[in-house]
């Protein structure tokens, strides 16, 4: 009897198949834990602060809450920063690999050296070795000014974004109370 034609489903495809569905998995439960662009952008909830102490509270729950979105728009403008840059083009994809596998799609907790590594710490550290690699490249200026356009974007969002609507039961990260609809 011949098999000619046939796709093998135990052999190595199989397991590639495996892998990819796996990985497909990973990514949509992984990208899943950030919020809805909806949410982070609904025009409802933008107002002005009423003071310095409601600004600094405001930054601090929303920066907590849509950490994950804003990482992604600080990556995003970086990105639109070195398109004109071919080698810090490369290495920031580079870098992207690696804040997929250790930050936005990680199921389970990172471990190293039998010490677990909360997503805050993951965070920093990525930021810090992304921003100092490129800046090897000789990307200085474009870095510079993007990191500060982003940081500049997420500030003035986290304190126009009212926090009124929000629900924030995750503990430690926002403060650990449920704010809810004053409406």
């Given at each position: 009897m011949t098999t000619y034609g046939t796709i093998p489903t135990t052999s190595i495809g199989g397991t590639n198949v495996e892998?990819?569905?796996r990985a497909k998995a990973r990514i949509k439960s992984g990208l899943g834990t950030r919020r809805p662009w909806k949410e982070m952008f609904n025009l409802h909830s933008f107002s002005l602060p009423r003071g310095v102490y409601d600004a600094f509270s405001r930054i601090k729950?929303?920066?907590g809450y849509f950490r994950m979105n804003y990482a992604i728009l600080m990556l995003i403008i970086i990105f639109m920063s070195l398109?004109?840059?071919p080698i810090s083009l490369i290495?920031?994809?580079v870098m992207m690999a690696a804040w997929l596998f250790l930050y936005f799609l990680r199921d389970?907790?990172?471990v190293i050296m039998n010490r677990t590594i909360d997503d805050r710490t993951v965070l920093i550290v990525l930021s810090i070795l992304t921003i100092v690699v490129l800046l090897l490249t000789g990307a200085t200026w474009n870095i510079i000014s993007s990191v500060l356009i982003g940081a500049a974007v997420v500030v003035v969002h986290a304190a126009i974004r009212s926090t009124d609507d929000l629900l924030l039961d995750d503990g430690g990260e926002t403060g650990g109370y449920i704010a809810t609809s004053s409406s």
């Open positions: 892998y990819l569905s729950t929303n920066v398109l004109w840059l290495v920031f994809v389970e907790p990172l």
